[in-house]
């Protein structure tokens, strides 16, 4: 209520008039590293899989993690506060994909270029599963792209 009404002075305005940083993207620290997320090109699979040999070996590359990188923890993408009512049914990355997109692989380089090309460099063997893009066959469906093994509701 103190400055509800009342003319005040931008926080930011001065730096904003003379050019100074005052933005996430102005501001570069040093030591940056890029990073990139190969994407799955299919809509389920298990990763029989993943060589990462020639990412690993370009110039500016500095890691390559897979599902092989993290320790099975789930996680939830609800966002609520605590306590946290929703199921933690996500994983970092994982050697199932269950969508056109997931994530497969995370790459961290010295340049946004180095990081793209890098992904080209990573060769994965999938072993595609059914799947099902009719909401109303999911309703009768067998198939089952989330089992519940290991989750935790909490």
């Known amino acids: 209520m103190k400055v509800i009404g009342k003319i005040t002075a931008r926080v930011d305005g001065r730096a904003l008039a003379t050019g100074q940083p005052v933005f996430a993207d102005d501001i570069q620290p040093a030591n940056l590293l890029y990073c990139k997320i190969l994407h799955s090109p299919v809509a389920h699979a298990r990763i029989k899989n993943i060589d990462t040999t020639r990412a690993l070996n370009r110039e500016g590359v500095r890691l390559v993690l897979t599902h092989r990188d993290f320790p099975i923890h789930y996680y939830t993408t609800a966002g609520q506060g605590y306590p946290e009512p ?3 049914d996500m994983r970092i990355l994982e050697s199932t994909v269950r969508y056109v997109g997931d994530r497969v692989a995370l ?3 010295d340049t946004l270029e180095s990081a793209t090309a890098a992904l080209a460099d990573i060769v994965v063997e999938y072993e595609q599963l059914p799947a099902i893009f009719d909401p109303r066959e999911a309703r009768t469906s067998s198939i089952c ?3 519940e093994e290991g989750k935790l509701d909490i």
């Open 86 to 88: 929703s199921p933690r």
């Open 107 to 109: 790459v961290a380089a």
């Open 145 to 147: 792209i989330h089992p």
